[in-house]
């Protein structure tokens, strides 16, 4: 797979020792260049722009996001929490299956409730209507199976056959959408514009009928908004045309627009040697750091990497045999080659590898700074130690 991201932007110059390695370095100053174009798209169109925590959730940058953004939405009990607590704003909750004893909790920090499957909804009324008597508002809504694939790749098409995500819109009867308020439908990952438009032409017969009752329509992430070339105008007329002849109110909830190119992550050389090619050994492991390189796959792209030259295959220190980065031509000039000690840089690291790294093998993880490519300040955010380690464990 291939990344449809990778500009360096003021990374070009970043000195990559100002941080110890392995590390995520996130420009505050890019971050809200994100955020402005995602409140332009809420302004022009008047739909609410949700950020989907999911993708990005550095919570230290909450109220930046949530300043900018009219919420947050979250992919169950913890993430609508983390909404409440450190972004503010309104917070969508959908996940493929609630646990009866989360309910509750979930009903408190929720202001839209988004169920997958209208048999879950059903027995889960009783406990919604407790909630509502105890005081809490909130909405429902329904995840929907457009039944239309738009992705290239199967494992991230929710609309791939036999998916378990959203209720199949061919099965759609009056009977499921009653206390339903809002329809939900997430299809999309870093696409343009067209394949939204050609989803919403796909369902929109069939959900007419329901649109009277309907206060909101949610069409998910996977909109590349923040990519240099997405049409961005087409994407507000779209908003627009849809609030106006539903007359519902319409949302986005973007993730990796939030924070496209907005972050590196930094590595240093650990080892070198030759085994039927240039072998190095690196502090960034794929399996614990950027698990998504082995996931998807894809290859991440390198800051500097040299045209020319023999490259280099980079993998983590864990045991894992396929712990494999990629082939890379390290900086420094193509006659040099690696060195050890080298540090190197992967670009567009924020969204997606923050939220997933992991300790396997105990491989330390990479601490999280902040810099601001406008005045240069550079903060320590987090960093790990053994107890993070240990105290996942028992
Ligand atoms: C329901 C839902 N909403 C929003 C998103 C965010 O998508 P993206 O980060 O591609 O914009 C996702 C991603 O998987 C999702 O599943």
Request: proline fraction near 7%.
């Amino acid at each position: 797979m291939e990344t449809r991201a990778g500009d360096p932007g003021a990374f070009a110059q970043f000195d990559l020792t100002r941080v110890p390695s392995p590390a995520f370095v996130v420009d505050a100053a890019k971050v809200r260049a994100n955020l402005a174009v995602l409140r332009h798209i809420g302004d022009a169109s008047g739909a609410r722009v949700l950020a989907a925590l999911k993708a990005f959730s550095m919570w230290s940058l909450g109220s930046t996001v949530a300043g900018a953004l009219d919420g947050v939405c979250a992919s169950g009990l913890y993430e609508a929490r983390l909404g409440r607590e450190e972004y503010g704003g309104e917070v969508a909750t959908y996940c493929a299956a609630y646990k009866a004893e989360d309910l509750p909790e979930i009903c408190r920090l929720s202001d839209h409730l988004i169920f997958n499957s209208p048999g879950q909804h059903a027995r889960f009324r009783p406990l919604l209507e407790a909630a509502r008597m105890a005081g809490e508002r909130f909405d429902v809504g329904l995840r929907i199976n457009p039944l239309h694939s738009e992705g290239e790749v199967p494992k991230y098409d929710p609309a791939a056959p036999c998916s378990r995500l959203g209720f199949p819109i061919d099965q759609l009867r009056p009977e499921h959408m009653d206390g339903v308020d809002g329809i939900h439908m997430h299809v999309l990952c870093e696409q343009d514009f067209p394949p939204l438009a050609r989803t919403w032409a796909a369902v929109e017969p069939l959900l007419a009928p329901f649109f009277g009752q309907l206060k909101w329509i949610n069409f998910g992430g996977g909109h590349h908004v923040t990519r240099a070339d997405y049409q961005v105008d087409d994407l507000i007329a779209f908003l627009k045309g849809v609030r106006e002849a539903t007359g519902c109110d319409v949302m986005i909830e973007p993730g990796e627009a939030v924070a496209l190119d907005a972050g590196i992550l930094i590595g240093e050389v650990l080892d070198l040697f030759d085994n039927g090619m240039n072998i190095g050994i690196t502090d960034i492991s794929a399996t614990c750091h950027m698990p998504d390189v082995i996931e998807a796959p894809y290859r991440p792209a390198m800051l500097g990497e040299e045209a020319d030259g023999t490259p280099t295959r980079l993998g983590g220190p864990s045991c894992l045999a396929g712990d494999v980065i990629g082939d890379y031509r390290l900086p420094g000039g193509a006659a040099v080659g690696p060195k050890i000690g080298q540090r190197f840089a992967f670009l567009d690291q924020a969204h997606y590898s923050m939220v997933k790294t992991n300790t396997f093998n105990g491989v330390p993880l990479p601490s999280i700074w902040l810099w601001d490519s406008e005045s240069d300040e550079l903060q320590l955010v987090r960093e790990f130690g053994y107890e993070d380690f240990k105290t996942r464990l028992s």
